[in-house]
């Protein structure tokens, strides 16, 4: 590994590398704020999953999580949202390829040598940290807009995994809406039956685990009736039992200014469920 950044933040480290993966065949950055409390002691950690032309700078510019995670003692890893580089295969439209790897596992082609954006999350990169940081194996998983979808997913698909699970602006619905069935179609072929495997709505009615889902909407979100459909997801986890906390905050948009305005009530979530 290669660290890229440093930088002194609220008594603690933020911090960019740069690693070879072997699950995307590429070179990968990810981002991880270690609070103060980690320069003595293993703590827990926050895996977060960022949205549609995102890398792992937007997290850690814009949504100041760091003073409320070196306040709660977390650390907070942010990954890239796909994989990068010469080679690797690319759209010239903003929702798929490059910033748009969707979290799962690419099947087709051009894209499954690469995009393997799901077994990155879910395994190499929590085994990297944890072989080579200060963090225990208690973890919490969160993200924003295709982010959200990916923490979802990922969460209902992994019992035991994690502690926690929250999204806000989460696609929810992807197999229903416009920005999934293209990237599943792209990705994972024509057959609509192996979407179900990453969609929240087919995976809340069979999940093995009732881990609770926080999910923050904004009411002005410009893609909230085409590409977001929380409503959705309200009903299929109403039927399944599924224990779902779901805020509807007026006024807020699609942006970081809605994720900085409630990122330390999803930080603070999450420690929540570590008692």
Not at 31 to 55: D, H, M, N, R
Not at 67 to 83: F, H, K, N, Q, Y
Not at 161 to 188: C, D, H, M, N
């Amino acid at each position: 590994m290669e660290r890229k950044e440093t930088h002194a933040s609220f008594g603690g480290v933020q911090e960019v590398w740069r690693h070879k993966s072997v699950s995307l065949g590429v070179e990968a950055n990810f981002a991880i704020y270690l609070p103060p409390q980690a320069k003595t002691e293993k703590v827990p950690v926050l895996y977060w999953l960022s949205g549609l032309t995102c890398t792992e700078q937007n997290f850690i510019g814009k949504a100041g999580a760091q003073r409320v995670a070196a306040e709660l003692g977390i650390a907070i890893v942010a990954s890239d949202t796909s994989p990068r580089g010469v080679g690797v295969a690319d759209d010239d439209a903003y929702d798929l390829g490059q910033g748009a790897g969707f979290y799962l596992n690419a099947t087709q082609e051009p894209w499954a040598a690469h995009y393997r954006m799901y077994d990155y999350v879910v395994t190499e990169l929590p085994a990297l940290i944890e072989a080579s940081f200060p963090v225990t194996q208690q973890r919490g998983i969160a993200g924003h807009s295709m982010g959200g979808f990916g923490a979802i997913m990922i969460a209902l698909r992994n019992p035991g995994r994690y502690r926690s699970v929250s999204a806000f602006s989460p696609i929810v619905a992807p197999t229903q809406v416009p920005w999934g069935e293209k990237a599943f179609s792209a990705y994972l072929g024509p057959d609509r039956a192996s979407w179900a495997a990453y969609d929240p709505l087919e995976l809340v009615r069979t999940a093995k685990e009732r881990l609770p889902v926080l999910i923050d909407q904004g009411l002005a979100d410009q893609f909230l009736k085409e590409q977001l459909r929380p409503e959705l997801f309200q009903e299929a986890a109403q039927n399944a039992g599924q224990e779902l906390i779901l805020n509807l905050r007026p006024d807020y948009d699609h942006s970081y200014y809605f994720v900085a305005s409630f990122i330390a009530d999803h930080l603070r979530y999450f420690v929540s469920k570590l008692r």
